[in-house]
């Protein structure tokens, strides 16, 4: 029986929209590109989420993939925020779920500056169990690690545990540690993916 449910917060709690977030300056499909790579499509970007680097140290990392952007780079790198909006229907599903008695949990790559920065548009945190950013221990997902550190910081029994992330590869790695797996692609589904594991 599934009495705890974790969820991924990118793309299944709130949106995250870096595509049309660069649109607005619009730089041309050649620079967008460009940008998009040495930023949020980045190695550095993980690295972010990680907890590793400072802002100043991920902006150089940024810059140094694209030189030649580097004002533009710092200019998408200082409202990065703003890629972050809320999803309408999160806070009413969570605290749904909570009244229904579920266990509730996040498991994030999230890097700390963007929290501090967004976390205002999070209204379902205070109906969490408990949550684990990415930022916080310094592993991410899809490492085995994270899963481990998850199931041992807030003791769960993995079989009884369901998980919601929109990768497929972060729905397997948490397959691979005896969590029930939904690769999450909107709402409506969501809900019928977790109903046939009897959550209701």
Partial sequence: MIDTIIFDVGRVLVNWDYESYLKRFAFGPEKTKA???ATFESPYWRQFDRGILT???????????????????KEVFAHCEETITPLPYAE?????????????????NYSGDLFERTKE????????????FSYTCHLT????????????????????CVFLDDTRANVEA??????????????EDGVSQLKKLGVL
């Fill in 35 to 37: 940008i998009t790579a």
């Fill in 55 to 73: 802002p100043e140290e991920i902006v150089k990392g940024f810059c140094s993939l694209a030189p030649e952007y580097t004002e533009e780079i």
């Fill in 92 to 108: 009413s599903w969570v605290r749904s779920l909570k009244e229904k008695g579920y266990r509730l949990y996040i498991l994030s």
């Fill in 121 to 132: 548009k999070m209204p379902f945190l205070p109906y969490m169990d408990g949550t684990l």
């Fill in 141 to 160: 997902k899809p490492e085995p690690e994270i899963y481990q550190h998850l199931i041992q910081k807030f003791s769960l029994t993995p079989d009884r």
């Fill in 174 to 187: 948490a397959e691979q540690a005896g969590i029930h797996g939904i690769h999450f692609t909107g709402y």
